[in-house]
């Protein structure tokens, strides 16, 4: 098992629906062992949720990569828009 890239050992494994360990079952007469010991399927991906309104201007590119770190600037140009007496933008 050491020549291995990659190990789990099974008290090690995560509680997850996508993996399942099925123990043998042991009865007066006998003990059972299923035919299947282990069961790992690939996990359903979901996307993670948007941004609110405020914050999705601050995030940059590929900020929902699962494999890269979140950036956000760090400052902004906003220019601000003056409403006269009407209500109209000046």
Known sequence: MSEQ???????DMPKH?????????K???????????IRVARPKLTKCPSPTA?????LLPNWDDPHQTPSVAESRNYQATEV?????EV
Not at 17 to 25: K, N, Q
Request: proline share 11%; net charge negative.
């Open 5 to 11: 890239p990659y190990a789990i050992r099974i008290l």
């Open 17 to 25: 629906p996508s993996a399942a360990l099925y123990r043998p079952v």
């Open 27 to 37: 009865t007066e007469t006998s003990s059972e062992v299923p035919d299947v010991l």
């Open 54 to 58: 405020s914050f999705e201007d601050w």
């Open 84 to 88: 006269d007496e009407e209500g109209k």
